[in-house]
C-alpha cells in the first residue's frame, strides 16, 4: 500500500484520479492552492526536514500539524476521523 508521509493510502483515496500525488510533486497536491503554504507542512516536515519516508517514523505522531492541516470541506468530526484513519495506518505500517 503506498502511503503518503501522513498516513493517506492512494490506492483508496476518492481523489486519485486528478491527483499526482505529494511525493512525485515534492510535496505540492493538486489542491495546495486552496491553502496558504506552497508546499505541505506535514511533507515538508517529514521528508523535507527529517529525510523520513512517512510520519510513522516520528516519535510525535500525530503531532499539532494533522489537525491544524484541516480540509476546509471537512466537519471538525470527519477530520479527526480521517486523522486517526490515517495515524492508523502509519503505526500499522511502522
Known amino acids: ?3 503518503t508521509p501522513c498516513g493517506i493510502s492512494c ?3 476518492p481523489l486519485e484520479e486528478k491527483c499526482e500525488g ?3 510533486t515534492g510535496g505540492k497536491p493538486f489542491y495546495i492552492d486552496n491553502f496558504d503554504a506552497d508546499v505541505c507542512p506535514i511533507y ?3 521528508v523535507n526536514k527529517n ?3 512517512t510520519c510513522a ?3 510525535q505522531l500525530p503531532c499539532q500539524m494533522f489537525f491544524d492541516w484541516k480540509d ?4 471538525d468530526e470527519e477530520h479527526r476521523q480521517a486523522v486517526e484513519s490515517n495515524v492508523a495506518r502509519l503505526k500499522k505500517k511502522a
Open 44 to 46: 515538508d516536515c517529514s
Open 1 to 3: 500500500m503506498l502511503l
Open 51 to 53: 529525510g523520513y519516508e
Open 11 to 13: 490506492e483508496i483515496c
Open 22 to 24: 505529494c511525493r512525485p
Open 72 to 75: 476546509p470541506d471537512m466537519t
Open 57 to 59: 517514523e516520528c516519535q
